[in-house]
Nanobody
Framework: QVQLVESGGGLVQAGGSLRLSCAASGRTFSSLGMGWFRQPPGKEREFVAAISSGGGSVRYTDSVKGRFTISRDNAKNTVYLQMNSLRPEDTAVYYC???????????????WGQGTQVTVSS
């Protein structure tokens, strides 16, 4: 079992920044691939970013490349998502996920956090 707790969501104006955090517990965090997904209003959940267990490899969906940065601190059992240059279309519930590095399918995620709302106003 892995427990994931997100924090850091909120309301921000377009062009602003937010940093999401996800604290993990229950298994050896440093051995786990981690990721972020999001679910915009009225749409399906979608892949945003992933990071390998050691943090040496990252990947992003095309729409956030150059704006979002995923990172992790294995000493703190925490994964982060730094979101810059936010756009109204980034508005969504953001979910932390424990998943293999190459997985982009929500159906193959092993564990989910509860989600945190990010709202970007124009």
């Amino acid at each position: 079992q892995v427990q994931l707790v997100e924090s850091g969501g909120g309301l921000v104006q377009a062009g602003g920044s937010l940093r999401l955090s996800c604290a993990a517990s229950g298994r050896t965090f440093s051995s786990l691939g981690m990721g972020w997904f999001r679910q915009p209003p009225g749409k399906e959940r979608e892949f945003v970013a992933a990071i390998s267990s050691g943090g040496g490899s990252v990947r992003y969906t095309d729409s956030v490349k150059g704006r979002f940065t995923i990172s992790r601190d294995n000493a703190k059992n925490t994964v982060y998502l730094q979101m810059n240059s936010l756009r109204p279309e980034d508005t969504a519930v953001y979910y932390c996920a424990q998943s293999t590095f190459y997985n982009t399918a929500p159906t193959r995620v092993a564990y989910w956090g509860q989600g945190t709302q990010v709202t970007v106003s124009s």
